[in-house]
């Protein structure tokens, strides 16, 4: 079975352009949360998405935004962009509902803001 | 709000040798879980071990293991026989327990190195 899919692998934007992340999760996995990776700030959640609602968001600002396809791939946003957005984003799928459910990650847009 | 404490930014490890990494959370929580999450230089995190808060007895996986502390809210992470594979960064996370997922809340990680 494929893991969590995510495109690009690597990504230059400059400022002020948006950028538009993807992610692919496991075949039959119904929630994907994306998590934003910075050496200063470390992991901070963004958003998850359950059957194409967003049912838990973090605390970023209204640049960041996200949706969820009928097929479970998920997309995020960044408008506006700033230097500080230059980070690695992880995608990670889960198969339902649980909290006790194993979330499986992708290796990460890395994307750099000049 | 939920916190995770990773107080050592760098370990190294002989191989073959033991090591343990350290991590405190804080919450009011009684219901959650912990997670150890490996990520080597591909950047995939990798689940390495998960501990029920309810649950008494330790977590193992193979050459992995835990000692959870409730009542302090301490969750280290032994290695034992440490192998070259294992060098990567550490981190600990929180997840609190109830309906529906909640979000990770992550530790800002142990680089372990292991020395051959």
């Known amino acids: 079975k494929a893991g969590v899919t995510q495109t690009p692998r690597y990504l230059i934007k400059t400022r002020g352009q948006q950028v538009t992340l993807s992610c692919s999760p496991i075949?039959?996995?119904?929630?994907v949360s994306w998590y934003q990776q910075t050496p200063g700030q470390g992991l901070q959640f963004l958003f998850e998405?359950?059957?194409?609602?967003?049912?838990n968001k973090g605390n970023f600002p209204g640049r960041f935004s996200g949706r969820q396809f009928s097929n479970s791939r998920s997309e995020m946003n960044v408008s506006t962009l700033e230097l500080g957005d230059s980070a690695l984003y992880l995608c990670?799928?889960?198969?339902?509902?649980?909290?006790?459910?194993?979330?499986?990650f992708g290796s990460g847009t890395q994307l750099s803001v000049l | 709000a939920q916190t995770v404490t990773q107080s050592q930014p760098e370990m190294s490890v002989q191989e073959a040798e033991t090591v343990t990494l350290s991590c405190t959370y804080d919450?009011?929580?009684?219901?959650?879980?912990l997670f150890w999450y490996k990520q080597p230089p591909s950047r995939q995190m990798i689940l390495v071990i998960r501990?029920?808060?309810?649950?008494?007895q330790n977590a193992t996986e193979n050459r992995f293991s835990v000692n959870f502390q409730k009542a302090a809210k301490s969750f280290s992470l032994k290695i034992s026989d440490s192998q070259l594979g294992d060098a990567a960064m550490y981190f600990c996370?929180?997840?609190?327990?109830?309906?529906?997922?909640?979000?990770?809340?992550f530790g800002k990680g142990t680089r372990l190195s292991v020395i051959a």
């Open positions: 990670a799928s889960s198969l339902q509902d649980s909290t006790n459910e194993k979330l499986f």
């Open positions: 075949s039959g996995h119904r929630s």
């Open positions: 998405y359950f059957s194409e609602t967003q049912r």
């Open positions: 919450t009011s929580e009684s219901d959650y879980y």
């Open positions: 501990q029920e808060a309810y649950k008494q």
């Open positions: 996370a929180y997840r609190r327990g109830r309906s529906g997922n909640t979000p990770l809340v």
